[in-house]
Nanobody, 121 residues
Framework: QVLLEESGGGLVQAGASLRLSCAASGHTLGVYSMGWFRQAPGKEREIVAGTTSGGTTYYSDSVKGRFTISRDNDKYTIFLQMNNLKPEDTAVYYC???????????????WGQGTQVTVSS
């Protein structure tokens, strides 16, 4: 069992920045990739960004150049720095871990509870 504790969501105006954090605890030995998904109302959950313990990263096209994912391997913690936020970034953001790469919805082993990000225009 891996527990994921997320923090950092909130309500901001377009153009602002937010930083999400996710700390994994429990049986983390098998965790290889960590990342963020998001789900807007009425839409499917989609990957935002992911990273491996070796430093490989992935970003969806919609956030490339605006979001940065980083990882503290010693603490099994990841961060998502979100800059120049847009109203279309509004969603619940979920932290996820997997023992595989790429980080796909189908390969996620554990999910966080989600944190709301709301961007007003």
């Amino acid at each position: 069992q891996v527990l994921l504790e997320e923090s950092g969501g909130g309500l901001v105006q377009a153009g602002a920045s937010l930083r999400l954090s996710c700390a994994a605890s429990g049986h983390t030995l098998g965790v290889y990739s960590m990342g963020w998904f998001r789900q807007a109302p009425g839409k499917e959950r989609e990957i935002v960004a992911g990273t491996t313990s070796g430093g490989t990263t992935y970003y969806s096209d919609s956030v490339k150049g605006r979001f940065t994912i980083s990882r503290d391997n010693d603490k099994y913690t990841i961060f998502l720095q979100m800059n120049n936020l847009k109203p279309e970034d509004t969603a619940v953001y979920y932290c996820a871990v997997s023992n595989r790469w790429p980080l796909l919805k189908s390969s996620v082993g554990f999910w966080g509870q989600g944190t709301q990000v709301t961007v007003s225009s």
